[in-house]
């Protein structure tokens, strides 16, 4: 299964009566292992939790901490760009060359790299002289 067709299966199971708009993300680990997860709301905060965070709260409970490709899938108009929270997320367990995939359910494709979804990322270089 392609890592879309992964993304696009657990967006089926996305928890958003809030926003109505599902989304779905699936990363694969350097060693072929992949995780998935979708976005799941809740009532006192209504826009809950990413898709890209709950791919990888599940790479983290399975034990793999890198991520070597990752991909979101959402039916939007147009590729949805991760949220500031998820950048810095994967950011975290993604090299800066790492290819972020964002699809849309009706076929549009956008590839992008980490670096430049975030750029000028605060890494823990940053907090050398602490
Ligand atoms: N959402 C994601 O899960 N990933 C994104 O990249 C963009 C937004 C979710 C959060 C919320 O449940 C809904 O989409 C609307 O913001």
Do not use: W
């Amino acid at each position: 299964m392609t890592l879309r067709d992964a993304a696009a299966q657990v967006r089926e199971n996305a928890y958003a009566p809030y926003s109505r708009f599902q989304v779905g993300a699936a990363l694969r680990t350097p060693e072929g292992a992949v995780h998935v997860g979708c976005n799941v709301e809740n009532v006192a905060y209504p826009e809950g939790t990413c898709a890209e965070a709950g791919a990888i709260a599940a790479m983290c409970a399975a034990g793999d901490r890198e991520i070597a490709e990752i991909c979101v899938i959402a039916d939007s108009p147009e590729p949805v760009p991760p949220c500031g929270g998820c950048r810095q997320k994967i950011a975290e367990f993604a090299r800066p060359e790492v290819v972020v995939t964002l699809c849309t359910t009706d076929g549009k494709e956008k590839r992008m790299t980490v670096a430049e979804l975030l750029p000028g990322v605060f890494t823990q270089a940053h907090m050398a002289r602490t």
